[in-house]
């Protein structure tokens, strides 16, 4: 008669394989941030109103600038007329910089309102890896939004400016001026980042971008006034 005995914890656990405990990386936090802005509605939402309201304006400004061209009897007679087409897709930036302002403090705040901050924290201790994460990922999305938005202005636009007010993609400096305003956009995002880490409010650190934003070049402009009289 044979006898079996049943396997002790220690036995069980030393057959078990042993767990493996994942570390994450700055790969892993971007991918997860990633995936976080990407399934937002709210994100898709703001991105498309960035580039609808870069086109806008600059369908505005091109219209402009060929009824100043017919009222000064041809393109010729518009000073600077290079200069008014590099302006005509680039002048979007004023509607998309309120726009990503937005994007930016809600990709920060929302997490502490909804609580998953502290989720995210737990996954990551590292909180200078998390936010350095979160800002890559958003400046690096809102820097081609703004290029895109920017390259669609140029399309929309072109066959509405004057030949001689007409920005030719061929041109080195074109494209200097096309990154330089997905740089500014981005920026701007990051900025609103910024202060949303601070305040961790939604409402609190829009206005305070919307503030330096809209009203610090206001205030200098009558400060300078009141200086030159």
Avoid: C
């Amino acid at each position: 008669m044979t006898t079996t005995t049943a396997p002790t914890q220690a036995t069980r656990r030393s057959a078990a394989p042993a767990a493996r405990v994942g570390k994450v990386t700055f790969v892993h936090l971007l991918r997860s941030e990633w995936i976080k802005l990407t399934t937002l509605r709210s994100t898709w939402w703001t991105l498309g109103l960035t580039v609808l309201g870069m086109i806008g304006i600059s369908l505005i400004f091109a219209a402009s600038v060929r009824m100043l061209a017919t009222d000064m009897g041809g393109a010729e007679g518009v000073p600077e007329a290079g200069a008014f087409g590099t302006s005509t897709i680039t002048f979007g930036y004023f509607i998309g910089q309120i726009t990503v302002a937005v994007l930016g403090a809600l990709a920060i705040s929302g997490e502490y309102s909804t609580g998953m901050i502290r989720s995210t924290m737990a996954a990551a201790p590292r909180r200078l890896d998390v936010l350095g994460a979160k800002a890559v990922v958003i400046g690096a999305v809102v820097f081609v939004t703004g290029v895109v938005g920017t390259l669609l202005a140029w399309l929309v636009t072109l066959p509405i400016l004057p030949d001689v007010a007409a920005v030719s993609l061929a041109d080195g400096e074109t494209w200097r001026v096309i990154a330089g305003t997905g740089a500014y956009l981005a920026l701007i995002a990051l900025l609103s980042f910024g202060i949303g880490t601070i305040v961790r409010n939604s409402a609190g650190a829009i206005s305070a971008v919307l503030g330096v934003l809209l009203m610090l070049p206001i205030a200098l402009q009558i400060i300078a006034s009141m200086g030159q009289e």
